[in-house]
């Protein structure tokens, strides 16, 4: 089996689109991230959700657990308006290189050994003319490993 055969495809996005939009994205194709690319077909990084969830999350709230339980849930409602008048480009981390990516061609093996070396839990698939396929996380990998579907 080849990457290419596991890659799930994810959805892609440009960095000036709306971060309402990604959001959305993460939300109703049930995935792990959103890839961003440029009108080249660059991978310029990927919208996490985890990623998302920390740009919705004022840092003092991440801080403090005591404040967090203090605030009702009508706080959600507001922290979605975060997101107003933001693009993609503002929910990138500022570093971009643990971004891995793996060719079509390449085995499963080099796929683990790439998400090692990167620390990453998703990889970018792309075909041998460079378009991108899809993405396989760490947990598609290990189920495919293990013998699973």
Partial sequence: MRARDLATPYPSVAPDTPAEEAARLLAEEAVEGVFVQDDQGELQGLVADTTLLAFLLPRYLAEDRALVGVLGEDVA?????RLRGRTVRDLLPVSTAGLPEVNGNDTLVKVAATLVRSGASLVAVRDRDGRLLG?????QLIRRLLGGP
């Fill in 77 to 81: 409602d507001a922290l979605w308006q």
């Fill in 135 to 139: 993405g396989i996380t760490t947990s």
